[in-house]
Every structure is written in C-alpha cells, then in structure tokens.
Nanobody, 119 residues
Framework: QVQLVESGGGLVQAGESLRLSCRAS????????MGWYRQAPGKQREWVAT???????NYADSVKGRFTISRDNAKNTLFLQMNNLKPEDTAVYYC?????????????WGQGTQVTVSS
C-alpha cells in the first residue's frame, strides 16, 4: 500500500544546488515523522535528515548548514534542499518514515534518486 517516489536528482558540479522531492502515498503522512537517507558507492545506507509531524528538524553533522528538509502535508510530499554540494554527497537518496532504530530495520524502500557531484 505504501509508495515512495523520489525525484529531483542529477549531475551537478561542487558548490551547486539541487532540490529533491519525495511523493508518499498513504493516509497517515501528515502525522508521520519523515526522513531522508542516502547510500554512497561502497557504503551502507545512512540517515541524512528528519522532520517531525510538527516540522521540527534534525540533520546529520555532514550536511548540517547545507541541507534543509521540509514537507507539504497537503501534497503528501517531502523535500530536501541541498546547497553547496560536495563530491562526498554523491549517493542515491531515499525518503522514508523516520525511525531511531537502525536504518537496516526499515524493510521497504523506494527506488531513490541519484545525486552525483563532480569536483
């Protein structure tokens, strides 16, 4: 029943910006804490940012000050504004519900959207 569709990725140069979107199906989006995750080549999938139903946010240290997570509950859509991108941000980016449990405990993922940052 759950569908997660990420979009907005692309190939950019270091220092440029991208805005990712995540369209989520389901009745309970507005009351669900959501997050962005990413998986870089050769690395484990990791948490990037969180936004609660009350729109409080938290970020991984690696992206703090550069990325901004937001949501539009009327459209069941999650966003990630990524500024001053760095080559180490290169990864497939995924959206999902947020959990404080290990990321490996999340069983369902969408296809993600590829972000590639050249130096």
């Amino acid at each position: 029943q759950v569908q997660l569709v990420e979009s907005g990725g692309g190939l950019v140069q270091a220092g440029e910006s991208l805005r990712l979107s995540c369209r989520a199906s389901g009745t309970f989006f507005a009351i669900t804490a959501m997050g962005w995750y990413r998986q870089a080549p050769g690395k484990q999938r990791e948490w990037v940012a969180t936004i609660t139903s009350g729109k409080s946010t938290n970020y991984a240290d690696s992206v703090k000050g550069r990325f901004t997570i937001s949501r539009d509950n009327a459209k069941n859509t999650l966003f990630l504004q990524m500024n001053n991108l760095k080559p180490e941000d290169t990864a497939v980016y995924y959206c999902n519900k947020y959990t404080s449990a290990p990321v490996s405990g999340i069983n369902y993922w969408g296809q993600g959207t590829q972000v590639t940052v050249s130096s």
